[in-house]
């Protein structure tokens, strides 16, 4: 979890090292769990997934690991 400088998003993120994943439902997954956050109500949730390969369904938040390693670089 990460929040950004202004204080206005709150990245929440969950990694999978599994293969084959349903990227919308483990989204939803995602964003059912941070609503149960307390002080949740003050942010904009951006979920991120963190995958070994990629989804079977279209997830556009799902990073993999050479997203990662391009994004270091």
Known sequence: MA????????LVDECKWT???NGKQLT???LRK?????F???YT?????????APKDD???????EDVIE???
């Open 3 to 10: 929040e950004s400088l202004d204080k206005k998003y709150l």
């Open 19 to 21: 293969t084959q994943e």
């Open 28 to 30: 939803g997954e995602l």
């Open 34 to 38: 941070a609503n149960l956050l307390l």
């Open 40 to 42: 949740i109500k003050n």
């Open 45 to 53: 949730i951006v979920p991120v997934l963190f995958l070994k390969s």
């Open 59 to 65: 997830a556009g938040n799902a990073m993999l690991p």
């Open 71 to 73: 994004l270091m670089k």
